[in-house]
């Protein structure tokens, strides 16, 4: 790893003109990873800026610093990517085109001639200030709250089983460098929109259960999100519903991005691996936390859904 | 501090035959203490029990590996007791009778002859990691579990504004030692009864907002109870619910005791003083955390509390 470390850095000191994709549907980790990168890179009088589908409302204080810059792209760099599909609408443009890849997903299947690929870093944001304190980057409170964002979110504030003793302790060096971490923990786990509340609400009427209450599935249709006006924001989220439920083993949760054709997370207790759950389906993800694409109406997704957890359980 | 942690440590090797107490209605920190404390002392050769209110349902497993003994007790240590009348039924048998105290309230009254008080450490826990560890003792997964119980249940998981890069750590060296991490923060933070579930959507359709959306209201009636069969267990954590709301500054949980009367819990975020708001109806509490009885009919005590509401705002 100190290997990839050090050929990353010194790709990083060589190169110019970055262009730093995010995933589709962004999170806290990738945008944190965006744009921790970019502002390390500005600082080392680099261009750069962070390609993104969308910032949901939420997270526009991790630009704070980040200064808009025009110039030509040159080096491509994906962070928190496991796939070139998850680019989005950036798909075609960028696809094939990636220089180097930062990411902490075992199912990374991008091809790049360079990649610091860590699969058991709980999150992309814990590679990201390895790599840093390896180059000895000078971080600022900007950089430690792109971080802080990353790394709590994608462990729910250090809850999720993928926390391990490690990235506590970026955590601590973290907060020792100086960031808003009662505020980033009050936006992103104890604030709710009240259209996220009537999400809620409207959801738990979706739930179901089924394999002796073992599995519980919740759908966000397209009806749904009308009816409440609720965008990628509200959505976010909505997969800890079914895995929190007592006894429940499979959590899934469908999420309507276009008239049939369902987003699906799947969420784990125990025995199953989600990642495997999910590759049967086209998807991939990690063992607790994966995702697929399933087609069809709403009960012909939720069947090829359930035919899969009967296999599995 | 090191020269209490001197003291204290002396007098736990000098005496013998101890009763360890918490405080009422225990929570995972003042057991996490207790039991991780009477693990130590047994392993240390002396006697040594947990004298405690109650051991709810969730936290049986921190008795792990305690051995039931007969003694006369001889020594009497408090763990994250602030004030003897947090002893509840046990106070008359223990008052002014408390030879060590342990504690990480600021506000501490216990008159004993050896204080191990530090108000800023997050959990108790956190102060008898230390102990422990200036002591030498030998760390077992029974002990770190108690441990970090403590420490993540009093910070929310290391969520709350009492976390620093101190506690962090702390829970990076308990996770070194090896506990069931996962399995804690599943049950403590995680964990959802179908109940709870359907009281939540219940409770969701309650939601009153009002002085343009600054106040939010939610009430759980003797209805609602009786129609979904919950109890204090669903019942408890409900008023996180309307403190949570974007833009909600005075966030107010109505629970009916009994026909007509209303225990009311109001969580502030900002400016409004909690405890001055249930002091004008015979309440009180912490500033951004107090409650109150109302009494009358639904809309009734809906009313008193609006006038206070517009008062304050």
Redesign the interface.
Known sequence: MNEMMSKTAAFLRERDCFEILTHDYPDGDTLGSGYALCLVLQQMGKKARVITTSVPKGFTFLQKGVIPQEFEAQTVVSVDIADEKLLGKNREKYAGKIDLCIDHHMTNKIDAPLKLVEGYAAANCAILYKLFRFMDVEFTREIANCLYTGVSTDT??????N????T??I???I??IGCD??YI?KVM??????KK??L??EI??T?E?CFN?RCAIIAATLDIQRKLDVGDGELEGLA??P????GVEIGITMREKEPGVFKVSVRT?GEVNAAQFCTRLGGGGHSAAAGCTVKGSLEEAKNKLKAVVEEVL
């Not at 786990?189 to 009240?194: G, S």
């Not at 895995?243 to 007592?246: A, D, L, N, S, W």
Request: one cysteine or more; hydrophobic letters at 30%.
């Open positions: 729910g504030c250090f809850r999720y089983t926390t391990t003793a490690e506590l302790r955590g601590a060096d907060l020792d971490s009662a923990n786990f104890e604030t709710k929109t009240r509340i009537a809620e609400r738990y009427d739930i259960y209450d800890t519903i895995r929190q439920i007592e207790n």
